[in-house]
């Protein structure tokens, strides 16, 4: 076999191989249409419920990504310090939550022995 052969046969299978297998993949892999039509009725009804939550969550995600991104920081390090911060603050609003109960506990004994 002649060497111009054996190459116009490897630049054929490579281009076989790396134009065919994508767009074999994209003739058979579903749309969401299609992928939703399978579903059953049961499953159906719940997708569009839970659509609008589902949507909420993914745009406030984009957007605390935009945000992260305008810091001049990577957006990793930005998040962890969300996070760091968010859980300090959670962490301050339980304290409090406890503090407030046991106000009214200590009240509600004053209250009570008082009142005997």
Known sequence: MPKWALWGKMIAAGG???IGGPALIYYVTPTEE?????????LQKRSLANRQGRQEDF????????????????????????????????????LRIR??????????????????
């Open 99 to 116: 503090e407030e109960i046991e106000k009214r506990r200590d009240e509600i004994r004053r209250h009570s022995f008082s009142g005997k």
């Open 34 to 42: 299609e992928l939703f039509k399978r579903y059953n009725p049961e």
């Open 16 to 18: 076989i191989m790396c």
């Open 59 to 94: 745009d406030n995600f984009v957007g605390k990504l935009k945000e992260y991104a305008k810091s001049d920081k990577p957006i990793w390090e930005a998040a962890a310090e969300a996070d760091a911060k968010n859980r300090a603050d959670s962490a301050a609003e339980q």
